[in-house]
């Protein structure tokens, strides 16, 4: 008769969707201002990867992604504590750990030798 209503919320289809779907949320939010509703999202999503995502995971019996799973669940309380204490945070969740970028970047600059190698050349 009608068209079916959207679906609100993401139905991840396995373990690794959803933990992807709740890094991304979590490397969005993590430079916000904490307020208490931020805490309670974040700490809503802990339970779930510690409920619902972690059975899901023990069905899918991948004792790797249940390593990175208890990684990701420890990394998430730790920005917690870290945010809580009003100390910045200076990472990001990436493959489901906690990553810092304090290093230095150098930007390498490449340009092509003269004939058709697929190597590059580096000017000294």
Known sequence: MGKQPAQRYVQPKNVREAMTVIQDL??????????PE????HDGLIQRLQSDIFVAALREN???QQKQLGTMIQAMKAW?????????FNG???NFKLVTNNG???????HKVKGNHNYRGVRH
């Open 104 to 110: 230095p970047h150098f930007k390498q600059h490449v």
């Open 92 to 94: 990001k969740m990436k």
């Open 80 to 88: 917690r504590q870290i945010r809580v204490s009003g100390q910045p």
């Open 26 to 35: 979590f490397n969005q939010y993590r430079h916000a201002p904490v307020t």
């Open 38 to 41: 931020l805490l309670n999202y």
């Open 62 to 64: 991948n004792p790797a």
